[in-house]
């Protein structure tokens, strides 16, 4: 029966806990190509404390409340790492909109408009959030992390084409330029042989 104990049911949770942070961890290392900021590092290191002194005494009851409490630092880390993950994708989209704020996006992207939105939408709900209590926000870091990388792939993904129109645009640019700078040399010419 020990399978059911309190004991057994809140490690379970940690574990489970811990599975979802490291899987974020691993998802920020990979996609910004870049370490973990020292407070997610020190909620980590800040659960692993718990963890010992739960194992360190013999009182099931006091191991139980230092698994919660290593829980919560799990999932503060679990945030500060989502959060990582949502200013990195913030920055990236912030870019793309830098490098194409002259060029007509939507004919490329239908749902650029929309995309832009949700940007905005989560840009308020950050300037709203509560940092204190960073594991009550973690469902929705966590969601805004998703609905970022979704709108940066997406993005990313049709960099190409873009610059390509880009490309074309400004051929055909040229092409007006030229055209209007012989157009006014022969005007010139004509203008001077008349009145010569």
């Known amino acids: 029966m020990q399978g059911n104990s309190p004991k057994s049911q809140v490690d379970a949770v940690y574990q489970q806990e ?15 190509l870049e370490g973990l900021a020292a407070p997610t590092l020190n909620e980590f290191r800040y659960a692993g404390q718990h963890v010992a ?18 829980i919560k630092h799990i999932r503060r880390a679990e945030y500060d790492a989502y959060d990582a993950l949502v200013q ?34 989560i840009q308020d709900e950050i300037s709203k959030e509560d940092r204190k209590q960073k594991e009550v926000y973690v469902q929705g870091k966590s969601r805004q992390s ?13 960099r190409d084409e873009i610059n390509k129109v880009v490309l074309a645009t400004r051929k055909q640019d040229g092409y007006r330029f030229w055209a209007l700078v012989i157009a006014i040399l022969t005007l010139a010419a004509a203008i001077a042989s008349w009145a010569f």
Request: net charge negative.
């Open 146 to 158: 998703a609905d970022l990388r979704q709108i940066h792939r997406r993005w990313d993904s049709l």
């Open 18 to 32: 811990y599975d979802t942070a490291e899987h974020i961890v691993k998802e920020h290392e990979i996609t910004t």
């Open 88 to 121: 990195f994708y913030l920055d990236r989209c912030g870019c793309f909109k830098e490098d194409y704020k002259f060029i007509p996006i939507s004919p490329i992207i239908p749902t650029y408009p929309e995309d832009c939105a949700r940007i905005t939408e």
């Open 53 to 70: 002194r739960a194992l360190a005494v013999d009182d099931a009851e006091t191991a139980a409340g230092c698994i919660q409490e290593a």
